[in-house]
C-alpha cells in the first residue's frame, strides 16, 4: 500500500486478489502477491519514481504479448493465468 500510495498518489483501497507461485527461470522462485484496486483518477505519480502510466485493454495486452513486446516474466505470468483465458 505504501508503493502504491508513494508512486501514484492516491489512497484508494485495495484487496487481495491472488497470491501465486512464480517460478523464475533466470531468477529466484518466489510468491506473487496481487492487489487490486479502483481508481477514477487522477492520479498524482512522483514524477522521480514513475515516468509515465498508460491504461490498456486485456484485449490490448493480449495482443502486445501475441507480438513479443517485452513485458515482465512476473506480470507476463500473472496475465496468462487470470486474464488470458477470457479472451482466448
Request: a negative charge; glycine letters at 6%.
Amino acid at each position: 500500500m505504501r508503493e502504491y500510495k508513494e508512486e501514484l498518489g492516491t489512497d484508494s483501497g485495495i484487496e487481495f486478489f491472488s497470491k501465486d507461485f512464480f517460478k523464475g527461470a533466470l531468477g529466484p522462485d518466489k510468491f506473487l502477491y496481487t492487489f487490486r484496486s479502483v481508481f477514477e483518477g487522477p492520479f498524482k505519480p512522483d514524477k522521480n519514481a514513475v515516468e509515465e502510466i498508460h491504461f490498456f485493454s486485456i484485449e490490448k495486452i493480449y495482443e502486445m504479448v501475441q507480438n513479443n513486446e517485452k513485458i515482465h516474466p512476473e506480470l507476463l505470468f500473472l496475465l496468462r493465468k487470470h486474464f488470458f483465458s477470457t479472451i482466448i
